[in-house]
């Protein structure tokens, strides 16, 4: 009897650990079908499941220069006094970073206001033998214009078409005007152009600041700047240079900042006129006041006007002073426009 009890307690013993071990190993086999880096499936109560998971699924944050860079806190950890002033200081070395990269993105952003249209009248001597030399070393300058800029071309017509190849190849908008009519002096054929031009940009009411540019001039680039902020009429002084007689002399304003107060004159024994005649790429105007001069305080019916459009102009930047602003503004005294007149080339 003792044997037998004696067997029927190790049969147990043996069939409780076989269902310990059978428990174990199913449990270790489920085990490991669970995903590797999941939280514990018995999180403790210092933390939030849901923050865990939103943590874990949330986009991460996109880095923007024009920000004040985030506080960081970091709540498991115990940061020392000096420790955290470092980080205090470091978050604020960041910050200052960042406002000055905001500064340049804002020095450097391209301005959106459009610019005012300059318009470019170049009439062309018939006999000038340099012409075509001259009008290649102009649309050379004004290439380096920014836009938006028109150049209006006015001479005699020609059947060789080599001024309409030049002007395509230059990349600058422009205006090629011409005539039949012939001319025995120079200056009544120059006005001719001048008014054609003028009764053109009327008739199509370009709007814009006019400019007659003679082949001999030569500019600084920031004349176009100065030029684009008239508002009525501006003047400026300019250099004539002669070849021939090695010398310079300025016709112009003379000016305290950009009120004219009076004039450069060539001749100082003239008594007969008041003020000497303007040079004609010394000044230029609003292109409004050929098709609203009322709005500029001038009469609405001028007697010829309409065909000598170039003298009524002249006569209109002479007499209103108050609307003549000196260029530039902070030194009329400056020149930035230099005209050369050759031996062999008209005066214009």
């Known amino acids: 009897m003792g044997s037998v009890e004696r067997s029927k307690k190790k049969l147990q013993v043996w069939k409780k650990a076989v269902v310990h071990f059978s428990l174990c190993f ?4 489920f085990t490991g079908f669970a995903p590797a880096g999941k939280a514990s499936f018995f999180p403790s109560s210092n933390i939030d499941p849901t923050t865990t998971i939103k943590s874990q699924f949330s986009p991460q944050p996109i880095e923007n220069l024009h920000q004040t860079p985030p506080t960081l806190v ?22 200052v970073e960042t406002r000055k990269l905001s500064g340049t993105d ?58 309409s190849r030049m002007l395509r190849n230059t990349g600058i ?11 025995t002096s120079i200056e009544a054929e120059l006005d ?10 009327e008739h ?27 508002e009525v009429f ?27 107060i009076g004039w450069h004159l060539r001749k100082l024994n003239n008594e007969t006129e008041p003020r000497p005649p303007i040079h004609i790429s010394s000044f230029a105007f609003n292109s409004s006041i050929l098709w609203d001069p009322e709005r500029w305080g001038r009469p609405s019916s001028v007697q010829g006007t309409k ?4 003298k009524y102009v002249k006569q209109v930047v002479m007499e209103d002073d108050p609307k003549l602003k000196g260029l530039p503004t902070q030194d009329c005294s400056k020149v930035m426009l230099w005209r050369l007149n050759f031996p062999t080339t008209a005066h214009i």
């Open 106 to 163: 804002d020095e450097n952003r391209v301005s959106l206001t459009p610019k005012g249209l300059i318009i470019i009248v170049t009439p062309v001597i018939t006999k000038d033998r340099y012409k075509d030399v001259l009008m290649r070393r102009m649309a050379d300058t004004l290439r380096l214009v920014a836009p938006p800029l028109l150049w209006i071309i006015i001479e005699k017509h020609s059947d060789s078409g080599e001024t």
């Open 307 to 310: 065909q000598d459009s170039i």
């Open 173 to 183: 908008m422009y205006r090629r005007l011409v005539f039949k009519e012939n001319f």
């Open 26 to 29: 199913i449990m270790g086999f």
């Open 74 to 95: 970091n709540r498991t950890l115990v940061v020392s006094p000096d420790r955290a002033s470092a980080l205090a200081k470091s978050e604020e070395d960041i910050g």
């Open 234 to 260: 501006g003047t400026w002084p300019i250099a004539l240079l002669s070849a021939n007689r090695k010398r310079v002399i300025i016709e112009g304003p003379v000016c305290e900042f950009s009120k004219v």
């Open 204 to 230: 199509h009411r370009l709007g814009g600041i006019v400019h007659f540019a003679g082949l001999n001039n030569i500019y600084d680039l920031d004349f176009f700047d100065e030029i684009r902020d008239i």
């Open 192 to 201: 001719h152009e001048r008014n054609i031009a003028l009764r053109h940009i």
